[in-house]
């Protein structure tokens, strides 16, 4: 697993924020975690183009037509979420987020996305977005995974994407690939495209894309390639522009650094990745002794447990309502050691069991965990 970052200061994207208060920033207010509009400020001309109306169905959203002039404004990543969902079912478009996708170009994408047109290798371009890449959205991350002699390239949410989330994934593989050929050339496919949704009832239009089959009821999203092609040289990289980008970028890393909670919340969706939830694991990912790290979530308001069933319940949502992976596979994928303490977990955050909840379609949003969950979560000793 990378967390990427080594081309530039290692220590840069892991900076830990000065503690807020309670007061400041509490679970009441769900940290409204945002996302860059970036591409996305194509998203009113598309809906319009596919015969939607992009005032009313932003507007249904709690965003306006005016939140997408410009691409570096900020606006709540669930709002994002659920414009996608709406507008694929308003315009009577099921691969909407593929359209939404493609939008998305590292050309004219600000410092992360030079930094990564300018790198050496694809590796290092790969290592850099998975570091930097909060700083366009806080309500997921990228990853990179290399082993057995293929890369997976992919997006994980842990905060905001809930019931709508295949829609978000689709445009997020779509933004993978446009990248990658951005990188490799338009010729380039990838062995494999792993999506964590159902398959629709016409594949046509992700064959075209990404000129494979994707596999479909995945637990994540991955665009899957060779290990060796990390090694390819970048095409027309410029070293000065490179590290114009770089001082631009650590820049604004100093400017808008994560926080502790959003620290943790990435970290833990990392361990869930790769099979684990540890709390010493994550602790020391951040640079911190456990015990540093469960008395700063006490000043933030929080405790670590219920940070992790903060994100194992939005992951839970997702592979839910948009998969039809079993309820063994997804209590594995959420670090459990068999699916009944899933069980037992997951109907102690809905107050459902998972089978209700996935016959209901997840009418419930992810939001409503936090009154489910006191300040103090027990803790779960299947955790």
């Not at 009113?44 to 306006?64: T, V």
């Not at 050309?107 to 992360?112: L, M, N, R, T, W």
């Not at 308001?301 to 194992?312: A, E």
Request: contains cysteine; neutral net charge; glycine residues 8%.
């Amino acid at each position: 697993m990378e967390w990427g970052g080594a081309p530039l200061d290692a220590k840069l994207s892991m900076q830990v924020a000065p503690v807020r208060t309670a007061r400041e920033t509490t679970f009441a207010d769900e940290y409204p975690w945002h996302q860059r509009v970036g591409g996305f400020s194509a998203l009113p001309a598309l809906i319009r183009q596919l015969g939607g109306d992009p005032g009313a169905i932003l507007g249904a959203c709690g965003l306006a037509l005016d939140d997408f002039a410009d691409k570096e404004c900020r606006v709540p990543f669930s709002a994002v979420a659920r414009v996608l969902h709406e507008a694929a079912a308003a315009t009577g478009t099921p691969h909407f987020g593929l359209l939404a996708g493609r939008t998305w170009h590292l050309e004219g994408g600000g410092p992360v996305s030079e930094l990564v047109r300018h790198s050496l290798t694809l590796g290092d371009a790969l290592r850099i977005f998975v570091a930097h890449q909060h700083l366009n959205s806080e309500a997921g991350m990228a990853f990179l995974i290399a082993r057995s002699g293929v890369a997976d390239f992919g997006y994980a949410f842990y905060r905001g994407g809930g019931a709508r989330s295949a829609e978000a994934y689709d445009a997020a593989a779509a933004i993978a690939v446009n990248y990658l050929r951005e990188l490799l050339g338009p010729g380039w496919h990838p062995l494999e495209v792993l999506l964590p949704h159902s398959a629709p009832a016409d594949l046509s239009h992700y064959r075209a894309l990404f000129r494979v089959p994707p596999r479909f009821d995945s637990e994540f999203m991955a665009i899957r390639f060779p290990e060796a092609l990390l090694e390819r040289a970048i095409e027309g990289a410029d070293r000065e522009r490179w590290r114009r980008a770089a001082d631009a970028v650590a820049q604004m890393e100093r400017a808008t650094p994560l926080g502790l909670v959003q620290h943790v919340f990435r970290a833990l969706r990392v361990q869930l990745l790769a099979g684990g939830s540890s709390g010493d694991t994550v602790a020391q990912a951040l640079g911190l002794h456990r015990r540093t790290l469960n008395r700063r979530l006490r000043e933030e308001g929080t405790t670590f447990q219920r940070c992790l069933d903060l994100v194992r319940f939005e992951v839970a949502c997702q592979l839910l309502t948009a998969t039809h992976v079993s309820l063994d596979d997804i209590a594995a994928a959420l670090g459990y050691a068999s699916v009944s303490p899933f069980m037992r977990s997951f109907r102690r955050w809905s107050g459902t069991t998972p089978a209700q909840w996935r016959r209901t379609a997840g009418h419930a949003e992810p939001r409503t965990l936090a009154a489910h969950l006191p300040t103090q979560v027990p803790v779960d000793a299947n955790a």
